[in-house]
């Protein structure tokens, strides 16, 4: 979360304004679509909605019927009126013939609206349908490729500004089908068949019913490049407003403590505004051009109405003929709106498209190998090769350099140094979140990288010091790893990291609901439920990543002794800045700039009074001068 002076937050945007502020502004601006062309987009689109060909087939079918039946309107409405003139200006027919034959031609047009209007219907419904069975797609598809994708994606990614492809970006997609598609196919059945009954009626009349077509088309072109670039924009501000509220929400305990909420709601305000003038360029852009649009098809209209008025009064055109091109303008006014709205679709449908598609087309840095099989282990040997690594797009230094050590099943390496010595990234590489730059790890002689991810991580379990904890109850949360665990394996997990004390006081048990991220539990709660999370599953290698941290020495002792079983059956890595953790270890590692500098067992590591030996007794002081009584149990 960014920080900065409170007081000088919550003025209008612009005013005031810290260098921390603009700098969310602009934070999301890296993720510019990169997937192709519009054009490759929208037909990746479409080929979306023809998985679901019956349906399109429907739909398109019954937007085709309904623009059919929509251009029969004026032409059976011109040989009414042409009818009907006949009638009075003739007085050979009876009142009775004539009111029948006005009678038939007004329930004839009333059974083509009613067909038209039914054809409609199931265009809407087969468009709208459509679409959301493809949001539903590309959301399961969404969500898993972020289950696949590596650390290092999400090391590099805010989830505000996933959530935003998910949601808005997704959203987008699934309004194309109803909004672009179908709507350009009633849009050419419209202009093109009209467009040929028209000029083979009367030419001239025919190209100036169309004269506005040109300059549509024209306008169209230059606004959906306008509203392209807005739109990605827009999303890219969309996604800052997600980024801002999800690290804001995820924080807000801090936030309440420094007194930050005014600043907070500034940073949100210079966000939220920002946004808000992308967002009212996009409606001025659209407005304007629909606005224009509508008064060159006025233009048009008015051509035809003063040319074939004179015709009618010359006598070479009749008024049902007249009525025919001005009923079937009146009849384009619609479309003739709808153009800016499907300039605004294609453009959005590109945009949201090309964000989603990017993410969706990403390999996973880290996954199996052709050829992987599931690890194979038998002594559950564990084995660091002059290991080497670098976080990719940091540009600093190795994190590790050539870090060479064995653990055999049943034995315990503890690793410390000081903050950023590697520790944390050794178990990183365990699991593979990520690759080793160089060098190997091997459990029994394999190569882990050789082995599929699935069998890799059931034999290696990690710990971490950040326990994360589900909204969901507390056996849930037990019980991640195996949900179809019974009752005992989950209070026996629970027994060895201690927590069934604290359980077992609580009015629903093991059936509680913990709060969101867990935060209704202390810290030492959150990670004795960590723990018992990894002690219910069998695996070969267990790492403890400064696991116990926030545990009080007594309890902890307790836990260790609870996990000398499960312990010889895996070669278990403990990391931990408290040295008491690690006295019983069968070798201590001691780290620093990546590198061993020190190895051996407590005792021999003391005696050669090095690195280690000076931690050991810093600590030894420390605890000498602190540990009383009130002060040991308030840890817990």
Not at 412 to 430: F, Q
Request: aromatic share 8%; net charge neutral.
């Amino acid at each position: 979360m960014a920080t900065g002076n409170p007081k000088t937050a919550g003025k209008p945007p612009g005013d005031g304004i810290t260098l921390r502020q603009q700098a969310y502004i602009g934070m999301s601006q890296t993720t510019d679509h990169r997937n192709g062309t519009d054009a490759a987009v929208l037909w990746r689109i479409i080929g979306l909605a023809l998985r679901y060909k019956f349906r399109f087939a429907v739909a398109v079918g019954a937007t085709i019927a309904a623009s059919a039946f929509q251009l029969m309107i004026p032409r059976f409405l011109g040989d009414a009126v042409d009818n009907a003139m006949g009638m009075l200006s003739g007085t050979s027919i009876a009142p009775a013939l004539a009111r029948e034959a006005l009678l038939d031609a007004a329930l004839l047009l009333l059974g083509v609206s009613i067909l038209r209007g039914a054809f409609t219907l199931l265009h809407n419904y087969g468009g709208e349908a459509i679409g959301h069975l493809i949001a539903y797609d590309l959301r399961l598809a969404f969500y898993a490729k972020l289950q696949e994708l590596s650390f290092s994606f999400h090391d590099g990614i805010h989830s505000g500004e996933l959530i935003t492809r998910g949601m808005l970006d997704l959203e987008g997609v699934r309004m194309f089908v109803n909004t672009g598609v179908l709507r350009l196919v009633l849009l050419t059945c419209l202009i093109g068949a009209g467009g040929y009954l028209l000029l083979s009626t009367d030419l001239l009349l025919g190209l100036l019913s169309f004269s506005f077509v040109p300059f549509v088309a024209w306008r169209s072109s230059v606004a959906r490049l306008r509203l392209r670039a807005l739109w990605l924009a827009l999303q890219q501000r969309m996604g800052t407003l997600g980024q801002i509220m999800d690290e804001n929400l995820s924080g807000i305990r801090v936030v309440r403590a420094f007194g930050a909420e005014r600043y907070e709601v500034g940073k949100y305000d210079v966000a939220a505004d920002d946004a808000r003038l992308i967002a009212d360029e996009r409606i001025k852009t659209r407005a304007s051009s629909t606005s224009v649009m509508t008064f060159a098809y006025f233009i048009a209209m008015g051509l035809v109405l003063w040319v074939g008025g004179l015709r009618v009064l010359d006598g070479t055109m009749t008024v049902g003929t007249l009525t025919v091109f001005l009923t079937f303008i009146t009849i384009l006014q619609t479309p003739v709106r709808q153009l800016g709205l499907l300039v605004n679709s294609l453009a959005r449908a590109s945009t949201c498209g090309g964000r989603l598609f990017d993410l969706l087309d990403l390999e996973p840095g880290i996954r199996d190998q052709p050829g992987a099989k599931p690890l194979s282990v038998s002594k559950g040997a564990l084995s660091f090769e002059e290991v080497s690594f670098a976080y990719s797009g940091v540009g600093g230094p190795p994190v590790l350099h050539d870090v060479s050590f064995t653990v055999a099943r049943g034995r315990t390496v503890g690793i410390v140094g000081p903050p950023g010595s590697g520790k944390s990234t050794i178990a990183n590489l365990l699991p593979r979140y990520y690759d080793p730059s160089s060098g190997r790890i091997t459990i029994d002689g394999q190569d882990i990288r050789h082995a599929t991810l699935a069998s890799l991580r059931q034999a290696v379990r990690v710990v971490q010091q950040d326990a994360f904890l589900f909204t969901a109850s507390l056996e849930n949360n037990i019980a991640y790893g195996d949900p179809w665990a019974d009752d005992g394996m989950i209070q026996d997990a629970a027994s060895t990291a201690q927590i069934d004390g604290f359980v077992g006081g609580l009015p629903e048990g093991y059936g509680t609901l913990v709060g969101e991220r867990g935060v209704s539990l202390s810290g030492g709660q959150k990670q004795r439920i960590a723990i018992a999370r990894a002690a219910m599953l069998r695996s070969s290698v267990l790492i403890f990543d400064d696991s116990t941290a926030a545990i009080d020495a007594e309890t902890e002792q307790r836990i260790r002794e609870a996990l000398k079983t499960p312990m010889q059956n895996c070669a278990t890595i403990i990391i931990s800045h408290r040295l008491g953790a690690l006295r019983h270890a069968d070798e201590i590692i001691f780290l620093e700039g990546g590198r061993i500098v020190e190895r051996g067992d407590h005792d021999s590591l003391v005696a050669a009074k090095g690195r280690y030996a000076a931690l050991f007794n810093l600590q030894s002081r420390n605890e000498d001068d602190l540990a009383t009584p009130d002060i040991q149990g308030a840890a817990e």
